[in-house]
């Protein structure tokens, strides 16, 4: 294996994975090792990998054949796509291990895991052999020391770890897309689980919601403080703050909607008002909208605002004001890529398109998925019976409420995972 010796796991995480044609098979998550019956340190027996559609793999340590700070390369292109399940005897180095409370011999200082080294012997054996110890000072404003020491000096890695450290684990996390983090956490015991999701500011907090399942998303929330659950309310958006608020009781909904700023309540609750399954119900009430006096140039900087989803960013909604939903009376539209090839003085009135009819709040969904299937769109208007612009459904929207409610567990073609599926019919 051409690979350094020693290994810091919690480097590795995030760690493209690839095949020996160099095409990319996942990234890594965490580090598999077996506790052995005697007092030497666990083998390192191989990693897990998450693939396309958040599927988490095993991968033997023997067919691996390089690892370093950039990359993973696997020695055969055939893989075990058995869904990872720890077994008995097994540990997963970063999620059980990081943060976890212990004491180094001789002398007893207390300390947290920052991080373990898995280290490869002459006859090619993995095993847990060093780990980097943070030194408790008992001072807010004084990091302790780092001690690197060797697996047997560290009294207090064996059973259940200490879940109240949080902050070694959220470093691993932080640089993770929210899908990717949201991911993580349901692989999480409840209890870190919700440490975690309490340690994240109110906007991350938000964004890794949205990617959750409604049940983890809803356990989530209740148990953070009533006015803590609002601030995150908040910073979703106004559709995907309904999503969750409907799941839970009409008295819960009431209470949180109380507790969060008026402007940022009210489009939420006109969006609980609408049918289920309904143009209404799935639409955002914040698209991109201008005046038809804005140019082109002020068009194209509101597209290239980076918190803007790049569903809502590919067209532009013209009315007349007020700007905000419900809006003056409904004008057209204009895509990003006309905005690209007309000059920047132009007025959005002079090129805006209004051939397609918009949708109505109560429109079903089938319809939508027709229409927008019918002419391309990844985005259309919602107006109602005064022709004003109460919001926008994109393809996004469409999507989240057509797949199945377990879609995140399912592949790519819809259909739940097999048992033991392999790459070429072999196994892993």
């Known amino acids: 294996m051409s690979t350094p010796t020693r290994i810091y796991i919690a480097r590795l995480a995030g760690v493209a994975v690839f095949d020996p044609n160099g095409d990319q098979v996942g990234r890594v998550r965490d580090a598999v090792a077996r506790l052995r019956p005697t007092q030497r340190p666990p083998e390192v027996v191989g990693l897990v990998a998450e693939m396309p559609m958040r599927r988490r793999i095993f991968l033997s340590i023997n067919r691996i054949t390089s690892i ?60 847990l052999a060093r780990v980097a110890v943070r030194e408790h000072t008992g001072r807010l404003t004084r990091r302790g020391h780092l001690h690197q020491v060797e697996w047997e000096r560290v009294r207090g890695l064996s059973g259940i770890a200490d879940s ?31 440490e975690i999701a309490a340690a994240l500011d109110d906007e991350r907090l ?32 106004p559709d995907d703050a309904a999503d ?34 309904t143009a209404g119900s799935v639409m955002t009430s914040e698209p991109v909208i201008l005046p038809p006096d804005a140019t082109v ?5 509101r597209i290239r605002e980076p918190q803007l989803s ?6 532009v909604f013209v009315s007349r004001a ?31 398109v209004n051939d397609i009819d918009p949708l109505r709040p109560t429109t079903p969904l089938p319809e939508i998925t027709r229409r927008m299937a019918t002419y391309d769109l990844v985005a259309m208007p919602v107006i109602d019976r005064n022709n004003r612009l109460v919001g926008a459904v994109t393809v996004d929207d469409v999507l ?9 567990d399912r592949d790519a073609a819809g259909r739940p995972f097999p048992a033991e599926p392999t790459l070429d019919g072999a196994d892993g």
């Open 68 to 127: 370093d700070a950039d990359a993973v390369v696997l020695g055969s292109g055939t893989l075990n796509l058995r869904r990872f399940e720890k077994r008995p005897n097994e540990l997963l180095v970063l999620q059980e291990l990081l943060d976890r409370r212990v004491q180094l011999d001789p002398g007893g200082q207390a300390g947290s895991v920052v991080d373990v080294a898995m280290e490869c012997s002459r006859g090619g054996e993995w095993s």
């Open 164 to 194: 109240r450290g949080t902050a070694n684990l959220l470093s691993v996390l932080e640089d993770m897309r929210p899908a990717d983090l949201a991911n993580a956490l349901q692989d999480l015991p409840d209890t870190r689980r919700n």
């Open 206 to 237: 938000a964004d890794v919601l949205s990617e959750l399942p409604e049940h983890d998303q809803v356990e989530i929330l209740a148990a953070l403080d009533r006015e803590r659950a609002a601030d995150v309310l908040e910073e979703m958006d």
């Open 244 to 277: 969750l608020l409907s799941e839970l009781p009409p008295p819960e909904q009431d209470v949180l909607l109380d507790l969060m700023q008026p402007d940022e309540a009210d489009p939420v609750r006109q969006l609980l008002k609408y049918t289920p399954g």
């Open 297 to 301: 140039a002020e068009a194209l900087a």
């Open 310 to 315: 790049p569903a809502i960013a590919a067209q």
């Open 322 to 352: 007020p700007m905000t939903t419900p809006t003056g009376r409904y004008l057209g539209m204009v895509h990003f890529q006309r905005l690209l090839r007309e000059p920047p003085a132009d007025l959005l009135g002079g090129i805006v």
């Open 400 to 408: 989240d409420h057509l797949l199945p409610r377990d879609w995140r």
